[in-house]
């Protein structure tokens, strides 16, 4: 009796697994939650994006040597800060890291110009004092310019502009899952009533530039009944690419619902919301307009995003197709 309600406390509390993925602001928010919930994520897509803490709480440094002058970046401190945070329980034990991670993507192009491609090798470096390099894999090898890739939709390769998504002829979404989850069935078309918006409002007070009021999630047609048997996938959009910028190229064109279709994967669609003043451009934070915590469990688009896998959108959906 006394083992079955411990096994019953344990399974619980067990926080549900999940994995990210971002381009650019977003990118800094898959590392963010990386880090920060090292225990829960057991992997990232880094298209495009800053190692953890580069900016330092600084939007100057965030324009500067976390975009266009890498050889500013100090990345010792930034380890340094993670240690100490690891130390201070703000962010998991970063020993989970090594323990728990199945693999990180990285993707940079060689013709981006908005986050040099010496800012994105730096990521792999961070990484690389916690994870072997055989779970990581990056390409740095195609002249792309600054945007979510893909191998079927969007802008020129070397397109610089809205919606941010580059027909590179590499699949961003398969080698992101794959390197997250191993071998993958192939994607396969997507149901379009599988996309759905979601209340954002129950996981944020939605002030403006912090988040929308409305989020979306792509649920398989395998994970309908029963979606907490399913993996969770959280992809994060760009800055200038929430869904209030350019509505559903980001969500429906990325390439992840097809995988996500096939392999029983949900994916979660958050969205920032636009401030004039604090975030004209709708980025997740990672230079501190939110708080000086931005980059640890307690900032306020972690726990609203953390909180959306633990706790799935599933109350107040709205398919789209009605
Ligand atoms: C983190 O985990 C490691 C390995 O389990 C342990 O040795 C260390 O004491 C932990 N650190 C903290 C601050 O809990
Ligand atoms: C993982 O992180 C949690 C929370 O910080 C900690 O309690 C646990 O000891 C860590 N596990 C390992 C293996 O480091
Ligand atoms: C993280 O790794 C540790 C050590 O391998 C393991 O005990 C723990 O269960 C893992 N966490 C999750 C959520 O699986």
Known sequence: MVILLVAFLVVSISARQFSVSGVSSGAAMAIQLHISHSSDVVGAGII???PYYCAQGSSILATTSCMTTPYLINLNSLLQYAQEQSKAGTIDN????????TGVF?????????????????????????ISSSKIYSIYSVSAEHAWVTNFWGSACVYLGLPFVNNCLVDG??????????????????????LI?????????PVAGVMANTGYIYIPTNCQSSPDTCRVHLALHGCSQN????AYSFILENGLNGYAESNNIIIIYPQTSISLSK???GCWDWWGFTGYNYALKSGIQISALYQMTQNLPLENLINLDN
């Open 106 to 130: 990285i993707f940079s192009g060689l013709l981006d110009t908005v986050v040099n491609q010496l800012v994105v090798r730096q990521v792999e470096k961070f990484y690389g004092n916690f």
């Open 173 to 194: 979404a398969g080698l992101i899952l794959k390197q997250i989850y191993g071998s993958l069935q192939p994607s396969v078309a997507t149901v379009s009533h599988n």
């Open 243 to 246: 869904f209030g910028t350019v």
């Open 48 to 50: 495009a994006g800053p």
């Open 94 to 101: 970063l020993s989970n890291l090594t323990s728990n991670t």
């Open 197 to 205: 918006s979601f209340d954002q409002t129950k996981y944020v007070n």
């Open 279 to 281: 975030n004209p451009e």
